[in-house]
């Protein structure tokens, strides 16, 4: 397994295809058994084929047994490449292949299901989250795929994760959907840093992928940012209950919402100190917690309220 730092940020697109994740022992991933467990067909009605195992929240892992892989600044999906015509699936059950098939279609027939994030990278290399809600995204569209669940309609999913990720470094992938990069989560979570992106999930390495259930053996850990913003107004339900800061960046046009950690303390001191439909002049300065630049911020959290002189 590789113990340097990943390339990530600038060169992600070209390091998915020049490093990915290396079999500790060839001999033994050629042998691999696959189970034998064939599809299942839809679940929850929804068409998707499986449902996607997700993280819990946490530090980075200390000590072996673990890889990590970056999170990426897309929407989690999941790829079906076994019939004659290739899906996409959001993690609700979405059926994206609509607006995003093109970027799947060379996948058809191949047998594979992959889990991945959706993903445009801008023109350095880095995402772009917003662009995928645009009608026509500028940037690279791609789907970057960290997991292999199926090969020729056979699920992979009692593998353990090295097991399928060597899967996946041995899979014939089209052009537009890359690897993830994989890597110690140490030195994972340092490049991440360095680069601005949103995180990583960290791995056990003989973990097997659990459908529909959130798992101690993958570990998100959120690459948060901390910026003041001025607060320029207050956001009211339709019963006149504050619901939401409105913010803005010194010098920034652009106003914010923010709805997350507001407290119903707060909710209530703002009801009292803010009357309704009053715009203020900027002097109160507050604290967010956030994923991405500070002028486009996502997942804002209230933290509290900057000191001033």
């Known amino acids: 397994m590789a113990t340097g730092a990943p390339a990530i940020g600038e060169s992600y697109t070209t390091s998915c295809g020049s490093k990915p994740h290396q079999p500790e022992d060839a001999r033994h991933r050629r042998s691999i058994r696959l189970s034998r467990t064939r599809w299942a067909g839809s679940i929850g009605g929804m068409g998707i084929p499986v449902d996607p195992m997700r993280p819990v929240d946490g530090p980075v892992p200390r000590g072996d047994g673990w890889v990590a892989q970056p999170k990426l600044d897309g929407w989690r999906a999941i790829v079906d490449g076994r019939g004659t015509r290739a899906t996409i699936w959001s993690r609700h059950g979405t059926d994206l ?21 959706l993903v445009v990278f801008g023109s350095d290399g880095r995402p772009v989250f917003h662009q995928l809600s645009a009608r026509r ?6 789907f970057v795929a960290f997991d292999v669940l199926a ?24 052009d537009r ?26 791995k056990r390495t003989g973990s097997r992928y659990l459908p529909g259930r959130r798992s101690a053996s993958w570990r998100r850990t959120k690459n948060w940012t901390e910026s003041h913003y001025a607060l320029t107004g207050v956001s ?18 652009r106003t914010v919402r923010v709805e ?23 002097s109160i300065r507050v604290v967010i917690r956030h994923h991405g630049p500070a002028t486009t911020p996502r997942d804002a959290h209230f933290v509290g309220f900057a000191l001033t002189d």
């Open 97 to 117: 292949t609509g607006r995003f098939g093109p970027v799947v279609d060379d996948l058809a027939e191949s047998g594979l299901l992959l889990d991945g994030e």
């Open 177 to 202: 959907i890359d690897r993830a990069v994989t890597g110690p989560p140490a030195a994972m979570w340092d490049a991440v840093r360095d680069a601005g992106l949103e995180g990583i999930v960290s």
């Open 151 to 174: 090969v020729n309609g056979e699920w992979t999913t009692d593998l353990p994760l090295t097991d399928r990720l060597g899967l996946l470094d041995r899979a014939d992938l089209p």
């Open 260 to 282: 997350l950690g507001l407290t119903w303390e707060l909710r209530s001191q703002l009801a009292a100190a803010v009357p309704p439909g009053a715009t203020l002049d900027g």
């Open 137 to 142: 995204p500028t940037g690279r569209l791609a």
């Open 236 to 253: 009211r339900d339709g019963a006149g209950r504050p619901d939401a800061l409105l913010i803005r960046r010194s010098g920034s046009s």
